[in-house]
């Protein structure tokens, strides 16, 4: 693993793009590194993708300009973060609570039914990244996690929990994820939040059907993501033709996990009611075409890292029944993801 690491350094140090990751559960870190510092558009050749969340110019780190490598994760100790965040200023709060207001008003006078709002959290710490990237490797276990840097587009880290599409073959999976609380073994899901995740799965159904033969949902089921919990809908179908990959991609990104529904509504009042750039956060991320396999997930508990800043990204559903301060704090509780894991 240690060369893997070095070689993160020697190519961040020659401002060289590379990504570095773990797939949910593996013990394995897979890396692109890139021999040359072109900034590539996708359009649907293979390697690893790093798209953002409205903008339609979406990247690539190709197979073609890359040299991939593998390394087994080997266990490091794992202390805890002795990092300590202020108290979120009560003007920040009130800003938030104030667009999920905004939200619930767009929401009862019909001009969507779900909108998904999130906010930018600066911090003004320097981090060591590649020591931040391994405590996530190691604590967040069922995370797609990641660390990605271009030159031209900057250095992000993450921790998702949310797949947006594998393709295996001509077999597809994906997931309807929404609702958020803290976990424990006795949780009970809210009517509020049980509609804001049926919404996903039908939009996922919806827009999956053109391109597929049969569609096999499961029961939505309680998924633990570190400390909180999400209600999850495994979905699974087999595409009419692999050559219709992409076109599906684009037709499901971003979902109303991220977004809202339906989405050109919602992903107008995004744009322009949030009153910042969400850039890469809820974009989507992963492998693209490699050995058959596509593997992309959604961009969600994830930072990105400036010389003396970061940035978290943290969002959470409106519906109807979204009751601002509650809304706030469970961006709070996502917060924590990152938090607890910054050296
Ligand atoms: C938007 C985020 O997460 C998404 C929103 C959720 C919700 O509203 O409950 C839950 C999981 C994710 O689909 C985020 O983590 O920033």
Redesign the pocket.
């Known amino acids: 693993m240690q060369g893997i690491l070095d070689k993160i350094d020697t190519q961040y140090q020659s401002k060289l793009p590379f990504v570095i990751y773990a797939a949910p559960n593996s013990e394995t870190l897979q890396a692109f590194f890139q021999r040359n510092a072109v900034l590539e558009s996708f359009f649907g050749q293979s390697g690893f993708v790093f798209a953002p969340f409205s903008n339609s110019e979406k990247y690539i780190l190709s197979e073609k300009q890359c040299d991939f490598f593998e390394a087994i994760i080997k266990e490091k100790n794992n202390t805890d973060s002795t990092f300590e965040k202020e108290e979120t200023d009560p003007l920040v709060k009130n800003d938030f609570e104030d667009l999920v207001k905004r939200s619930v008003d767009a929401i009862l006078e019909g001009q969507f039914q779900k909108v998904?709002v999130?906010r930018k959290v600066n911090l003004a710490v320097s981090i060591n990244f590649k020591n931040t990237f391994l405590k996530l490797v190691m604590q967040y276990k069922t995370a797609f996690r990641y660390l990605f840097f271009h030159p031209e587009i900057g250095m992000w880290m993450g921790a998702t929990p949310?797949q947006l599409l594998k393709i295996e073959g001509t077999t597809i999976n994906t997931v309807a994820?929404?609702?958020?609380q803290l976990y424990n073994d006795t949780l009970v899901w809210e009517a509020k939040e049980i509609q804001?995740q049926q919404f996903v799965t039908d939009f996922i159904t919806n827009e999956i059907k053109p391109f597929v033969e049969e569609i096999k949902l499961s029961e939505p089921y309680t998924a633990k993501a570190g400390t909180l919990a999400?209600i999850k809908t495994n979905i699974e179908a087999t595409l009419i033709n692999r050559e219709l990959a992409k076109e599906l991609l684009y037709k499901m990104h971003p979902t109303p996990?991220?977004c809202g529904l339906p989405k050109k509504e919602a992903m107008e009042f995004v744009l322009k009611e949030e009153g910042y750039d969400r850039k890469f956060y809820?974009g989507f991320l992963g492998e693209w075409n490699r050995n058959e396999t596509s593997n992309l997930f959604v961009n969600?508990?994830c930072m990105e890292i400036e010389e003396k800043q970061i940035n978290l990204?943290?969002?959470?559903?409106i519906t109807k029944d979204s009751i601002p301060e509650k809304e706030f704090y469970?961006t709070e509780n996502?917060l924590a993801t990152m938090l607890k894991i910054i050296n």
């Open positions: 998904v999130s949310e994820l929404a609702g958020t804001e999400h996990a991220v809820s969600l508990r990204y943290v969002g959470c559903g469970e996502k």
